[in-house]
């Protein structure tokens, strides 16, 4: 993580010298022989990193890097946020800066003597760098190869403690891969296998490589581990010894002088016209492959190439021809981790009732991950199994644990393979995770917008910060180090998840460095006092000294024993945290905001979502740098104009759900005029239509990517398409009437028409579907609701590419609803609610091809099942609300024709509102 650090800082200096030059005076020439220095450093800093483990002197050495690296940075911080402010003109102005020069002689020698200090630091840490880097053999390419082969050597073995057991759960994916190696096509196929660190890839591939009717197939054989330094030479001079070996001939003596050209060149000679199979074992990167797929000759021979990676991109990017094929691994169910588990853990595979609770709980840390079911089950073999205080030690204490016990240990090498290979801010962005409390699933759209926050995210030319920092995630992903928890039906990602073991893993690792603490309960003394972030998982109110504080980045508190209220919050923040720059509250019972919080000039993301927060006072104002403003489902009614100078704000959410007292109608907030001179905003939830010139205004906010817009009247239509056809960046759009009687008047002209919208939700009455929503090319979400249309509006929609999910509540008064053939290709969910005239819906014949989800509620006239709904394939999900009485008896009776059609339907509900709550029955 020093490398991270330093890496950071580097950047921040960089931007600092560029912008503050004009205010540095003497102090620029300090602070470009920080970055020089630090800047040497930073070249053997990966290799010390994956050293210093060893060796005491070495790991002190990199944390004072690391220690003195953060200091920097605050102190750069703190110049900014002393000298950065810019006075008003006139009598006033000057005035505010005679008395700022005052203080300000006195803060620029604190802050030179700061830097001083910290120079002082660095020559030190430098000679003990140029000793270092001839003691231990560190080098700016670093012998960071030899350790990877190490760290390979352990990932070999626990390949091996994987295949000493029957795994559980491999004769169905064994069955599958045989049945792609064997299927008869003629040319070179390749199979790719491709699954996080310790799911048994090797050990399935193995066993597929190893099948009777596998082996005979081929005339050659090879298995080549290609590791994470790939050197082409000696993997060809590996695959060349087997093929000789297996020809029993000893290898052509000319072969041990080629180059890397004749080497391929001589092995695609000798396989010409032979029938191989060939596995290349855990594939880091798709360069690898490119250098020595052309040794492998497209021939009608039906050869094979098998390959393991744990890397998603390079098992797709090996596989670019129609009959290759990649196969992810799954992790194991419950019962088959249980199986694994108690078959390494037990010798008579059954586990003694006293320790069920804890093995289970165990087991859970480990989520279906074999190596880990493996590793674990082999420490607690040699345990007593009549000492369950032993067994409890490793299940609440499992990353520490791993420290210094041969099979779990392991397990960590093999985990920190994958992230030692990671680039610095994406170690940044990794350990950060760990500020999340176990089993939580992560909301993407949240954890995007703190990693912005914080900083991880490097800027782009010509891209947003969120593309950008999409794009970190899916790298994670793509290197198998996070999970996707959940993804909505256009396919993006909703929720992610780190497996509980890495989670354990990168904590450590995260408090090791000072960098992530989770406070568990109100006892804040243990913390240290130069944490940079902590995670709250149980607020509990006490009176201990809040100083340790100061150096703190972001504060996020998951949960309350004690409710937070201002008081309190006043003191969690009188250590003076004058660098915060993210703070998550959400969930506290707040009335109002503390004055605290104002005087956080780096504040850059602010949580109150769900807090009882009232109003918002003028002093938002002083939140220079705040980017990120949640006040959903407050009571913050209208903003003040002090929310004009935040002209870094990115999103502004100040909306509340749940106020019924008009149908339909999400309560939004009174904006100040003059609201589009923030025009770096790109989410603006839910602003009130209440004039013209606040709809005009939304024109101006040319960045916008979502935008939901309340209290609409009909004589605001006209401007609003005006200033949507200048948002071309517009991705989602809320619209919602002054009440449900009011028409929406859309049938404006919008141009040019916002390519990128992808959600559009219209709440209020409809004459006609606007003419332009055809044109939505990149639509994947519709919402009409309280439309009252009386033609049917599929005729506007059948032609969309990409939409997935249509939702009609009170949309439509109509008797029948068609889907075409040919219309709606990619749609996934339906959902017809209170169409109380509605009695048919009717689909042409393969129409409605991929719908997985039905939903009808409140269409009382609808007494047959909408259309043969046996032959959609792919409905998962039927689900009938309040539906009329004659249909339901029809689907409850099982002899009946209407039962007959959905019986094969996995799920099937059927509801009622009885009593103020959900009568449900599942079929």
Not at 117 to 130: P, T, Y
Not at 470 to 479: F, H, K, Q, T
Not at 761 to 779: I, M
Request: with cysteine; glycine share 6%; aromatic share 8%.
């Amino acid at each position: 993580m020093a490398e991270s650090a330093v890496s950071f800082l580097l950047q921040q200096i960089s931007t600092f010298l560029l912008t503050q030059s004009t205010r540095l005076g003497g102090l620029e020439r300090e602070i470009q022989f920080l970055k020089d220095e630090l800047g040497s450093m930073r070249a053997v800093l990966k290799d010390a990193e994956l050293k210093k483990d060893d060796d005491s002197e070495l790991k002190k050495w990199v944390g004072q890097v690391r220690d003195v690296a953060c200091d920097t940075q605050d102190v750069l911080d703190e110049f900014i946020m002393r000298f950065a402010h810019h006075h008003p003109d006139g009598f006033y102005g000057r005035v505010c800066n005679f008395y700022s020069s005052i203080k300000n002689i006195r803060a620029r020698n604190r802050i030179y003597s700061k830097i001083e200090s910290i120079k002082c630091r660095v020559k030190d840490i430098s000679e003990r760098h140029n000793r270092y880097r001839s003691d231990y053999d560190l080098s700016e390419k670093g012998s960071y190869a030899a350790d990877v082969e190490d760290a390979v050597s352990h990932l070999r073995g626990n390949a091996l403690l994987l295949e000493e057991d029957e795994l559980v759960g491999i004769e169905n994916p064994k069955s599958k891969l045989i049945s792609q190696i064997l299927d008869g096509s003629s040319n070179l196929k390749v199979v790719s296998v491709v699954g996080m660190w310790g799911m048994g890839k090797t050990t399935l591939v193995k066993r597929v490589y190893e099948a009777v009717n596998v082996k005979r197939q081929f005339q050659l054989h090879a298995w080549v581990t290609i590791s994470q330094t790939f050197h082409m030479k000696p993997v060809l001079k590996d695959l060349i010894q087997q093929f000789y070996d297996e020809i029993k001939q000893p290898v052509p003596q000319q072969v041990e002088s080629m180059d890397g050209d004749k080497l391929r060149a001589f092995v695609k000679d000798f396989l010409k016209e032979k029938r191989y199979i060939i596995v290349l074992d855990d594939l880091w990167k798709l360069d690898s492959w490119e250098a020595i797929k052309s040794a492998f000759p497209e021939t009608n021979s039906q050869s094979r190439i098998l390959l393991t990676t744990r890397i998603v991109d390079t098992a797709f990017g090996c596989c670019t021809k129609s009959n290759d094929y990649v196969h992810k691994m799954q992790f194991l169910s419950d019962e088959e981790s249980w199986t694994l588990f108690c078959s390494k853990t037990f010798e008579d595979d059954c586990c003694p009732p006293h320790l069920v609770d804890v093995s289970r709980g165990i087991l859970h840390k480990c989520k279906g991950l074999p190596l880990a079911i493996v590793s674990i089950g082999g420490v607690l073999a040699s345990k007593d199994k009549s000492k369950v205080v032993e067994w409890e030690m490793i299940l609440h204490n499992l990353g520490g644990d791993m420290e210094g016990i041969g099979k779990l240990e392991s397990v960590k090498k093999v985990l920190l393979l994958s992230y030692n290979d990671l680039p610095w801010f994406l170690k940044s962005c990794l350990l950060y995770l760990s500020i999340y409390p176990e089993d939580r699933k992560i909301n993407v759209e949240m954890l995007i917008r703190i990693w912005i926050a914080e900083g991880f995210i490097l800027e782009r030319e010509g891209r947003m910060m969120e593309e950008v920092a999409r794009g970190y995630l899916n790298e994670l992903i793509n290197r198998s180090l996070i999970q996707v928890a959940e993804l909505n039906l256009a396919g993006s990602i909703k929720y992610c998840n780190i497996h509980d073991i890495l989670q354990e893993i990168i904590l450590t690792k995260a408090r090791e460095q000072n960098l992530v603490m989770l406070a568990t309960s109100g006892d804040y003394t243990r913390l240290p006092d130069n944490i940079r972030h902590i995670a709250i998982l149980e607020f509990v109110e006490n009176h201990h000294d809040y100083n340790r504080f100061k150096h703190l980045r972001s504060l996020l508190i998951f949960g309350y024993r004690n409710q937070l209220n201002e008081s309190s919050l006043s003191k969690l923040l009188s250590g003076r945290p004058k660098l915060l720059n993210v703070l998550n509250l959400r969930g506290a019972k707040l009335k109002s905001i503390p004055k605290e919080v104002f005087k956080l000039f780096y504040l850059k993301y602010l949580n109150l979502q769900d807090t009882g927060v009232e109003f918002i006072s003028q002093c938002v104002g002083n939140l220079q740098n705040l980017e990120y403003l949640n006040l959903a489902n407050t009571y913050v009614m209208e903003l003040p104009i002090g929310i004009l100078k935040l002209r870094k704000l990115r999103e502004l959410s100040v909306f509340h759900e749940g106020d019924y007292s008009k149908n339909y109608i999400v309560r939004g907030f009174k904006a100040p005029r003059e609201i589009g001179r923030l025009l770096s905003l790109e989410v603006l939830r839910s602003i009130d239509a209440d004039n013209d010139e606040t709809v005009r205004e939304i024109g101006k906010l040319t960045q916008l990517r979502e935008l939901s817009i309340t209290e609409l009247r009909r004589e605001d239509g006209k401007e609003l398409c005006s200033s949507l056809g200048k948002l071309t960046n517009l991705c989602e759009l809320f619209v919602y009437s002054i009440n449900e009687d009011e028409i929406l008047d859309l049938q404006h002209p919008i141009s040019p028409i916002p390519r990128a919208l992808q959600l559009l939700s219209l709440t209020g009455q409809l004459e006609k579907v606007p003419q332009w929503l055809s044109s939505l090319q990149s639509l994947t979400i519709i919402g009409l609701l309280g439309s009252g249309l009386r033609e049917d509006p599929l005729e506007s929609l059948q032609d969309l590419p990409n939409l997935v999910e249509i939702i009609f509540n009170k949309a439509y008064e109509g008797e029948q609803l068609c889907f075409k053939a040919g219309g709606f290709q990619k749609l996934k969910k339906l959902d017809l609610t209170r169409l109380q005239q509605l009695k048919w819906v009717r689909v042409e014949k393969d129409g409605l091809p991929c719908l997985q989800y039905l939903i009808m509620a409140d269409c009382k006239q609808v007494n047959e099942l909408p259309w043969d709904i046996q032959n959609t394939n792919k409905l998962q999900h039927l689900g009938f609300y309040n539906m009329g009485d004659e249909l339901v008896m029809k689907l409850q009776d099982k002899g009946s024709e209407e039962y007959q059609k959905i019986v094969k339907i996995p799920e099937i509900v059927i509801a009622n509102w009885i009593d103020g709550q959900w009568d449900t029955h599942f079929l």
